[in-house]
């Protein structure tokens, strides 16, 4: 009896160890053979490449991101292709061309770095500062540009004396209004007078001083049309609540920001920000920064410093020249000779332009907005990929663009004119102030300026209707290029001829 006992304890143990067994075996790794898989450790196996499985009794369950890991890494093995469309192709909505760019600038300084050197090599070193103080100044005792600028101060106090005087009551808005246009007429014809009639005023200093009157023109007129905005609506609010809405003085709001309401805003301080503001559209309370950022300033000022002197290098090295061996008449020229010299000029023309933008209405326009904690520093948009002309000059310079779309062009819509006759009033305005600038510093009148702005019409309309994407902005980058150096060469052939004309005969 006792045996059968001992004998059952010894098969049921077999049986079991025989089971453990069964239930210990694992797959091979590897694809080893089952004989790789030899010695049995207690809670494990041992392999004879030295792995370790750990009994799958002890092991704990794979999480969800585990299992997607590996579902991933088995679908890698499995297939590496899937449907997109390659980066150059437009359908790609790939947009950052950032190596592209760099390369094209490596590309343009290098290809122009043997033209730069052959005019070194050709005539020398010509950038002299004394001739850029020349052009200034003909006369160290007469200043005529600068007096210009100080009288104008005239003008703004006269402006804002009229608000005054309409606000309360002393002039009738027939009145001011006619003060306001006997001053704004002066500010463009008196300027333009003195350059045209005084002998030692020269053409860049005439340039710069009208170019001030005309900004200056553009502020006041904004000046006169918000404050008489802010008339009419005191008046609409005085009617309804039979009281006035407008306070006269400043009121401090949320934040600690201290800003002010109708007629509180016509004070002399009020004015000179606006002034000097790098904005030519008025508004009582201007967005503010919150503090001047000492970096940005002195990082802006550098470039300012670099791109002037860069600026002034350039055009008496490199454009100097250009336009000295342009001067010879045109009537006893081909229109290969004429077309190679447009071509001559096109390209440092054009880096000029691009140098005068950023350094204008990036870098001093960002430095004049952090001096004054101005908060809106859109002053330009991204034009470079302009697919219309009519896109071009809505963003090139968002300060004009700006103006003109709220004291011109909005109300020629409210007056009952139609879009296009108002597009192309804004663009007769534009074409008149640029023959402005231009013909009367250099007391000739050709209306070459006049002409290149006008064609712009056709221009956008072309453009607009029969180009698009791509071959749109290959449109509008033709016109930059070669439009502005033809209007250039014109007027360097009309003044050779006007001053230099018995001499070459």
Wanted: proline share 4%.
């Amino acid at each position: 009896m006792s045996d059968l006992n001992t004998n059952g304890a010894l098969t049921r143990r077999r049986r079991a160890t025989l089971a453990a067994g069964r239930v210990a075996t694992v797959q091979p790794v590897n694809e080893a053979s089952a004989a790789g898989t030899a010695n049995i450790v207690t809670a494990g196996f041992s392999l004879h490449d030295g792995q370790r499985i750990q009994d799958r009794s002890l092991e704990r369950p794979a999480t969800k991101s585990e299992k997607k890991i590996h579902r991933s890494e088995i679908g890698d093995r499995l297939s590496c292709h899937k449907a997109q469309e390659s980066l150059l192709s437009s359908a790609s909505g790939y947009r950052n061309y950032r190596g592209v760019l760099n390369w094209c600038v490596v590309m343009l300084v290098l290809s122009n770095a043997r033209l730069f050197l052959e005019n070194i090599l050709k005539y020398g070193i010509l950038v002299d500062p004394i001739q850029v103080i020349s052009l200034f100044l003909n006369n160290p005792y007469s200043w005529p540009a600068a007096c210009l600028v100080i009288v104008s101060n005239v003008f703004i106090l006269v402006a804002l004396y009229t608000e005054r005087q309409l606000s309360k009551g002393s002039f009738s808005e027939f009145a001011g209004f006619l003060v306001h246009c006997i001053n704004l007429s002066i500010l463009l014809t008196f300027p333009a007078a003195v350059v045209l009639l005084v002998p030692s005023m020269t053409p860049v200093g005439g340039a710069i001083s009208l170019g001030i009157h005309t900004i200056l023109f553009l502020k006041l007129y904004s000046y006169k049309d918000v404050n008489l905005w802010c008339r009419e609506l005191s008046t609409v609010k005085a009617k309804k609540l039979a009281r006035s809405l407008s306070c006269p003085s400043s009121q401090h709001f949320k934040g600690g920001e201290q800003k002010v309401c109708y007629p509180g805003n016509l004070a002399i301080k009020n004015i000179y920000y606006f002034v000097f503001a790098p904005t030519l559209c008025y508004e009582l309370n201007f967005p503010r920064s919150p503090k001047i950022r000492i970096h940005f300033l002195l990082r802006r000022l550098f470039e300012m410093m670099f791109f002037i002197q860069l600026l002034v290098g350039l055009t008496q090295q490199w454009m100097v020249p250009i336009i000295q061996s342009s001067m010879k008449p045109l009537k006893d020229m081909d229109l290969s000779r004429m077309t190679e010299r447009l071509l001559r000029l096109a390209v440092p023309n054009h880096l000029l332009w691009l140098m005068f933008f950023y350094s204008f209405f990036h870098s001093s326009m960002n430095f004049t907005a952090e001096l004054l904690r101005f908060g809106d520093r859109q002053f330009y948009n991204d034009w470079w990929n302009s697919e219309t002309v009519t896109y071009f000059w809505q963003n090139w310079n968002i300060p004009v663009h700006k103006w003109c779309l709220r004291h011109f062009y909005k109300p020629l819509l409210r007056k009952g004119f139609s879009k296009i006759v108002s597009q192309s009033a804004v663009f007769f305005l534009s074409a008149f102030f640029h023959e402005y600038l231009v013909s009367v510093p250099l007391r000739m009148f050709r209306l070459w300026a006049f002409t290149g702005m006008m064609a712009q019409l056709p221009l956008a309309w072309f453009v607009g209707h029969f180009l698009r994407g791509n071959y749109g902005n290959a449109a509008v980058w033709m016109s930059i290029i070669i439009g502005q150096p033809f209007a250039v060469l014109m007027y360097v052939h009309d003044y050779y001829v006007m001053h230099y004309g018995n001499e070459a005969e």
